[in-house]
């Protein structure tokens, strides 16, 4: 079973790979169309912006005092820029189905039934996207804008500084220890994103990992892990974590 379960995640590994070799190619692609969408838009006055399929993820992260300065909190806003893939043809989630099948080919059958369900077509869809490198993101907190650009990964993590008395603002508007803030790509399309205030006398407590700490994913054994990754609905780890007894907790 150990040989066959290898096999199978060099194989997908493989398909990662040759996937990144033909989201390049799709990057050329892309600039070249952008390019002549540009020009026929400016030419004739066309909103083209219902052509762009590019999308955004916002991470909820945290706010804290600056150590210098008890007026001004730091904001920390995390997220990742992608265009997405929608090619449906072998290497995009056909992909998927070719896995399963190979899959039940190549596993023990006493595992088979960790594998009975279909792809999670929404989690396997990271895999096939482009990263946006060096696109502005503006940011709005409150009165604050600053303007940040995605690095070669199609991310940015970064401290935005803002005044206490905004922050406040924002608190009340919210009603507790979250605040929200807006932020847009180039495409003009806004996005909330969720930002926890950490009061100077609470702290935060980090949990580094969460296979198995928090949620289930049976990493020891690669086959329920990829089940438990692609297939299966994620199980929290009993007694770690409790939606309705921890209000305040959250991921990133």
Known sequence: MTVY???????????????????????????????????????????????????????????????NDSKTWNVMVHGWRYQNNHRRDWFGFGASHWLQRLGRNLINPDDILYLNGSINHDRLRPFFVVDRKNENIEFNIGSISQTIETDRHGEFYEKIQVPSDVIQTLRRQNKGNIITYEAAGEDDKNLTGITHLIEPSQGISVISDIDDTIKISEVLDKVRLLANTFISPFKPVPGKYKPNDNKNNFFV
Do not use: P
């Not at 892309?30 to 219902?50: E, F, P, Q, S």
């Open 5 to 67: 379960s290898v096999v199978f995640v060099i194989t997908l590994l493989c398909v990662s790979t040759i996937v990144g070799e033909d989201v390049r190619n799709e990057r050329r692609s892309h600039r070249v169309w952008n390019r002549l969408t540009g020009k026929i838009a400016d030419k004739y006055n066309i909103d083209n912006r219902h052509l762009n399929d590019e999308a955004m993820l916002l991470f909820s992260d945290v706010a804290f005092q600056s150590l």
